[in-house]
């Protein structure tokens, strides 16, 4: 069986085969980091973390996840919070690897940074300019997307429709409304680099094409991000890929996650419905979220609810149930393999929720085991699909003890009822609100009566 995976661009799915033989190259597009993630954010890294794991056993793998460090929204929050971008940044790079290792993501390969690649940015801009397909304009440089003919094939999108069709506002200088920044001037308080154009700034498209280029070559095997990239980041980062690279195509398969919601609305930092990923794991294992955004097909829309992670927990009990109290020797341990028919799940588009059925039918198949020889092999079998997937990292009982990290213990409990017991006695209402939240975020049920606080686990 060969590896399949959804093709944005060709609308379906499609054998995988790489570039050169026994070598894969992936970029996924990471985060602007100018604050915390929130769970949605999450999605995209712990799936392309997933498929990393599957082409790992087959492949040689180079995965680039990048991360955005120079971008106006990180100007905004420099102006708003007082602070220096490069201490807003480097702040929320750590936070993001460290949220993000919380959920078993493991590191990728490379993690370019954009500021690192001002060069290959002004390089690339230089040769779409030679070639063409990019113009200057009062400090600007400009991609002409009339100069591309295959403009809007990813996202399926007619470029003259879109020009029609177009009704926001349009710079004065742009030939076309839907031309797309590259370089753009920065004033004297901007970040900005010199260039042929004048001290500016890069575009956001331009970033991804040129790290990818540097660090994984002119055509990857693989791009991913989250769906709404398809436009126009994708779609921009294509054209001036191939424009730049003589008409090198710029990424074999193009795979996107389905978008995260809540309540049936996307999550979003603009709608304020977020729920950061830092938050969570101080209540919440990070197995359990990472199983919440694996339930579902990673292209299907996933609703986020507390009913979301307790399902996940429960799913996980499940599973650790199954291997607690088996001594697994170690040789037994390292010879052991994830079954064929869950590889086989995962390879297909990263078929998740059978992936789990397998993965529940292995540990059914345990639980009815007695002879301790088969016990022992199947409980190793399924810690072998614990590393795949990265699940069951923990130990069973720490695991049922509930001292997972993270998870709340009856001490830490009484200790946040503590704390808003003293806020509410200091008619400080907001903590002792954020206090409740993070107890509700954790399943945890309390109750004012006249003899003090209550609580109990809800699940
Ligand atoms: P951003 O920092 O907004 O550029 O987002 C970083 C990554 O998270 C991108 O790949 C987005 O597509 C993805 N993303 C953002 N919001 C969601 C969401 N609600 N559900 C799934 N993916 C998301
Ligand atoms: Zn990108």
Known sequence: MTIHLHDTRQGRKVPFEPLHEGTVTMYLC????????????????????????????????TFARNFTDVDDKINAA???????????????MTAYNHDMGALGVLPPDVEPRATQHIDDMVAMISALLERGYAYEAE????????SYADYGALSKRDVREMVAGSRVEVAPYKKSPQDFVLWKPSTPELPGWDSPWGRGRPGW???????????????IDIHAGGQDLVFPHHE?????????????????????????????????????????????????????????????????????SEETIRAAKRMLDRLYGAIRGIDVPEGIRDAAEAPEALVAALEDDINTPKAMAEFFALAKTLNKAVDAKEQQRLA??????????????????????????????SDDIEALI????????????????????????AGIKIEDGAGGTTWRRSD
């Open 30 to 61: 990471g985060p602007t980091v100018y604050n915390y993630a929130h769970i949605g954010n999450a999605r995209p890294a712990v799936v392309f973390d997933l498929l990393a794991r599957i082409l790992r056993r087959r492949f040689d793998l």
């Open 78 to 92: 420099s102006v708003e919070t007082g602070k220096p971008i490069d201490e807003i940044t480097a702040k929320y």
């Open 139 to 146: 400090g600007h440089v400009l991609f002409d997307v009339t």
């Open 205 to 219: 498209h331009i970033e991804c094409s040129a790290m990818a280029a540097r660090h994984l070559g002119d055509t």
């Open 236 to 304: 921009n980062e294509l054209a001036q890929s191939r424009c730049a690279h003589d008409g090198a195509d710029f990424a074999r398969y193009w795979v996107h996650n389905g978008f995260l919601s809540m309540d049936h609305e996307k999550m979003s930092k603009s709608l304020g419905n977020v729920i950061l990923v830092h938050d969570l794991i101080k209540t919440i294992p990070g197995e359990v979220i990472r199983l919440a955004l694996l339930g579902a097909h990673y292209r299907q829309p996933l609703d986020w």
């Open 380 to 409: 190793a079998t399924m810690l072998a699909t614990g590393d795949l997937m990265g699940l069951l990292q923990s130990d069973p009982e720490e695991w049922f003890a509930g001292h997972v990290e993270g998870q709340l213990s």
């Open 418 to 441: 503590e704390k808003r017991d003293k806020a509410r006695a200091a008619k400080d209402f907001a903590t002792a609100d954020s206090v409740r939240d993070q107890l509700t975020a």
